[in-house]
């Protein structure tokens, strides 16, 4: 199939309603206004459909999200969101302002190598019964350099007044935070961010809570 027509198709988000990676694509989609379907990969059924031979042909990382796009096929959120952003329309996800955007991926970065690899499904099922401690440590350490940072960066959104990859890094790992009983006084601006977020239609639509995969006694 040659690239033009390629555009043409839905992309196909291979993911899992509650992984904050999956989330993070989610929120990009929506803000871009894309239209894209859903294949759930269930992290925890049969040990794992991650695991499978047929995903690992998809992701050879055995990772959620994977996404099928203008006939190629990508993993990692960032590198996801980053190629929706320089190839679609819509709301910008990053600032025109080059120290702006440096900010921007900053925090994201902070976010998804600094805080959220440690505590995602893979490494709580190695550490086994201290895991709920073990995550409360990373993402408490993490916000304790994020709160700083985002005091400095803020306006109504993480950088600034306009919406950007960090809002989408941000408001899937405070979820998480929430998950594992952190106590989020500690962080006034992570909060108020977060709040602010919420309110958005694009992060409603794209919450775990209502995802095609969500299991009905959790599903909003």
């Given at each position: 199939?040659?690239?033009?027509?390629?555009?043409?198709?839905?992309?196909?988000?291979?993911?899992?309603?509650?992984?904050?990676?999956?989330?993070?694509?989610?929120?990009?989609?929506?803000?871009?206004?894309?239209?894209?379907?859903?294949?759930?990969?269930?992290?925890?059924?049969?040990?794992?459909?991650?695991?499978?031979?047929?995903?690992?042909?998809?992701?050879?990382?055995?990772?959620?999200?994977?996404?099928?796009?203008?006939?190629?096929?990508?993993?990692?959120?960032?590198?996801?969101?980053?190629?929706?952003?320089?190839?679609?329309?819509?709301?910008?996800?990053?600032?025109?302002?080059?120290?702006?955007?440096?900010?921007?991926?900053?925090?994201?970065?902070?976010?998804?190598?600094?805080?959220?690899?440690?505590?995602?499904?893979?490494?709580?099922?190695?550490?086994?019964?201290?895991?709920?401690?073990?995550?409360?440590?990373?993402?408490?350490?993490?916000?304790?350099?994020?709160?700083?940072?985002?005091?400095q960066t803020a306006g109504t959104y993480c950088v600034g007044d306009e919406i950007s990859m960090a809002d989408i890094c941000?408001?899937?790992?405070?979820?998480?935070?929430?998950?594992?009983?952190?106590?989020?006084?500690?962080?006034?601006?992570?909060?108020?961010?977060?709040?602010?977020?919420?309110?958005?239609?694009?992060?409603?639509?794209?919450?775990?809570?209502?995802?095609?995969?969500?299991?009905?006694?959790?599903?909003?």
């Open positions: 199939m040659c690239a033009s027509a390629a555009r043409f198709i839905k992309p196909v988000l291979h993911g899992y309603f509650r992984s904050s990676c999956s989330w993070r694509v989610r929120i990009a989609f929506a803000l871009k206004g894309i239209e894209y379907e859903q294949v759930p990969v269930n992290l925890i059924k049969d040990g794992g459909q991650q695991l499978t031979d047929q995903f690992k042909a998809l992701n050879p990382m055995q990772q959620v999200p994977a996404v099928t796009i203008d006939g190629i096929t990508l993993s990692q959120s960032l590198s996801i969101i980053q190629y929706i952003e320089e190839t679609r329309p819509g709301t910008r996800l990053l600032p025109a302002d080059p120290k702006q955007r440096a900010q921007v991926r900053m925090i994201c970065d902070i976010i998804s190598s600094g805080i959220q690899p440690l505590q995602n499904l893979y490494v709580l099922q190695k550490i086994g019964a201290e895991k709920v401690q073990w995550a409360q440590h990373f993402i408490t350490r993490g916000f304790e350099a994020l709160e700083p940072i985002l005091k941000l408001v899937p790992q405070v979820y998480n935070a929430e998950r594992f009983k952190v106590d989020m006084i500690q962080f006034p601006t992570i909060k108020r961010l977060n709040q602010t977020l919420l309110e958005i239609e694009a992060f409603k639509v794209s919450h775990p809570s209502c995802q095609p995969d969500t299991p009905d006694d959790i599903r909003a």
